[in-house]
T-cell receptor, first 112, second 113 residues
Framework: DTEVTQTPKHLVMGMTNKKSLKCEQH?????MYWYKQKAKKPPELMFV???????INESVPSRFSPECPNSSLLNLHLHALQPEDSALYLC???????????FGQGTRLTVV | QKEVEQNSGPLSVPEGAIASLNCTYSDRGSQSFFWYRQYSGKSPELIMFIYSNGDKEDGRFTAQLNKASQYVSLLIRDSQPSDSATYLCAVLGGSSGTYKYIFGTGTRLKVLA
């Protein structure tokens, strides 16, 4: 089983809203990732959690706030987003940071 | 120079032919190499990974790695229309010691029926 589950699949939010994206895996993976992908571009790394600790933050604006409540869950809290933040947000996990990563199906976010 | 380079395509091949996708990388310390397939509007799907020089085969797919030339390729034999997608090359690890995937921009493959 290589399943990473993301909810919701689609999200439309206003610029003053607060929302959260959720990601869950039950493969015992100890590294989890958030990526952002715009149309016709490759995934762009945002955050890496390794053993439940934030290990990489790619200078992401503070309106994106990650959280790793336990080894199976990863959240991305969104607040005061801009229309240019509209994108496909992808969660991924790997056995540890040095191994192959498996992606969830993504959340299509539209900021209006 | 981009860290991971791929020809954006589209690469068009007839059904049943071999599709050859190429990727070069700039960091000589890179350790692990991955190929993902991404259909339009979907998330990337891992299809191959390779860590050592040489070839690695899995069904219709063969990954080839040449660390001296900093080159990794993916061959798809007996290409099918369902193989039409964007193929992303990803490179992990490197001289910095941090475990970050660096993706190429992807090659769009079209398999013509």
């Amino acid at each position: 089983d290589t399943e990473v589950t993301q909810t919701p699949k689609h999200l439309v939010m206003g610029m003053t809203n607060k929302k959260s994206l959720k990601c869950e895996q039950h493969m015992g993976h100890r590294a989890m990732y958030w990526y952002k992908q715009k149309a016709k571009k490759p995934p762009e790394l945002m955050f890496v959690y390794s053993y439940e600790k934030l290990s990489i933050n790619e200078s992401v604006p503070s309106r994106f706030s990650p959280e790793c409540p336990n080894s199976s869950l990863l959240n991305l809290h969104l607040h005061a987003l801009q229309p240019e933040d509209s994108a496909l947000y992808l969660c991924a996990s790997s056995q540890d940071p040095g191994h192959e990563a498996f992606f969830g199906q993504g959340t299509r976010l539209t900021v209006v | 120079q981009k860290e991971v380079e791929q020809n954006s395509g589209p690469l068009s091949v007839p059904e049943g032919a071999i599709a050859s996708l190429n990727c070069t990388y700039s960091d000589r310390g890179s350790q692990s190499f991955f190929w993902y397939r991404q259909y339009s509007g979907k998330s990337p799907e891992l299809i191959m990974f390779i860590y050592s020089n040489g070839d690695k085969e899995d069904g219709r797919f063969t990954a080839q790695l040449n660390k001296a030339s900093q080159y990794v390729s993916l061959l798809i034999r007996d290409s099918q229309p369902s193989d039409s997608a964007t193929y992303l090359c990803a490179v992990l690890g490197g001289s910095s010691g941090t475990y970050k995937y660096i993706f190429g921009t992807g090659t769009r493959l079209k398999v013509l029926a």
